[in-house]
């Protein structure tokens, strides 16, 4: 039973054991990159029951509620999600006692919806993009409508709450830093879209004089590119800075830009080398080697988001109709 798991009958402890077990992730060597002149390694977040690092965010972010008061039994929550912070939720609330209730749009992938599904949380689908801010802007201002017809709900907004990076300071680092080897690392980059794991990673490899950089997408305005639409989901943002990562921005050494094209050639590359991961790992890829070209820094750590069966063959190429299907069309 889920609500007794190995006898612990309190369901915060039992969200609390099952959390560090998500944090508990493996670093492992990846190999060669630019040709020999780097290498990679990388904290495997694609490790966990859900496939994907943000198991660790929706149980993190709730019992950090819970700490600050900010959250009751039974109260229900709401979030905006591309889909896997929301399977994440809807896992954890149901532990936790907390109804769950989420914005997402026609583009999430078909197994994370099913889950969500199968797990008993409420979903509201928007019904497309907003003409500039993409499906984030639509989905935040359906979030807000719902908020204002139920203002009792409690949002976990991990776009600006400073619980966010805090739930990675408190079980991501402590789980992670014995096994970096932080004398190897020369340099470290991680993608952005909130910027939660960013901010708490590299809070602890900046204390070590390690330098952090970020992997965005072309068409993220986080860091000042003009807006456009990406088939990736969970990096850059097309509507807003969220404050997580506005407010750590003396965190971030450089930009390294790629598109998703590059990351499909990422997604490729990893599965030859048998990693098979989203396609968000295939921009922290391609971001690693420019970071390589640009520094000559040699030896870089990278952090994989998810895996790459979260979305079918999208990004292998197995079928030409299934390869890099455009966001509305
Ligand atoms: C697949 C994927 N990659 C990257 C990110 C970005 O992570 P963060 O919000 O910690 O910046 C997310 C966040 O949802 C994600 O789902």
Not at 111 to 137: C, D, F, M, N, Y
Not at 154 to 179: C, E, F, G, I, M
């Amino acid at each position: 039973m889920i609500e007794d798991w190995n006898g612990i009958a309190d369901p915060r402890l039992v969200a609390e054991r099952m959390l560090e077990g998500f944090a508990d992730l493996p670093v492992l060597d990846c190999g060669p990159i630019a040709g020999g002149r780097g290498r990679l390694r990388a904290i495997y977040g694609m490790t966990t029951t859900e496939s994907s690092f943000k198991s660790i965010l929706g149980f993190g972010i709730l019992l950090l509620a819970y700490e600050a008061g900010l959250l009751e039994p039974g109260q229900t929550v709401i979030e905006s999600t591309s889909g896997s912070l929301g399977v994440s939720l809807a896992l954890a609330g149901k532990i936790l006692g907390n109804p769950i209730e989420l914005v997402t749009d026609p583009n999430i992938p078909a197994i994370t919806r099913r889950k969500i599904e199968l797990l008993g949380a409420k979903l509201h689908i928007v019904s497309g993009p907003h003409p500039t801010g993409g499906t984030q802007q639509s989905r935040v201002e359906l979030l807000e409508a719902l908020l204002r017809e139920r203002p009792g709900m409690h949002w976990t907004d991990q776009n600006n709450s400073d619980l966010n990076p805090a739930v990675y300071r408190r079980w991501l680092v402590p789980s992670v830093t014995p096994k970096l080897d932080l004398d190897w690392i020369d340099a470290a980059i991680f993608v952005v879209g909130t910027g939660g794991h960013f901010v708490g990673l590299s809070e602890m490899l900046r204390s070590k004089g390690i330098p952090c950089y970020v992997a965005d997408r072309v068409g993220s305005a986080t860091f000042g590119l003009e807006p456009g639409p990406s088939v990736l989901r969970g990096i850059g943002n097309m509507n807003c800075v969220p404050k997580v990562i506005g407010s750590a921005m003396h965190l971030v050494e450089d930009v390294y830009y790629s598109d998703d094209e590059e990351a499909a050639a990422g997604v490729r590359e990893l599965a030859g080398r048998g990693i098979y991961a989203g396609g968000t790992s295939g921009i922290a890829l391609q971001g690693a080697v420019k970071l390589v070209e640009a520094t000559g820094a040699r030896n870089i750590l990278t952090f994989f988001p998810d895996r790459g069966d979260l979305y079918g063959d999208q990004f292998l190429g197995a079928s030409p109709e299934s390869e890099l299907v455009r966001v509305g069309a």
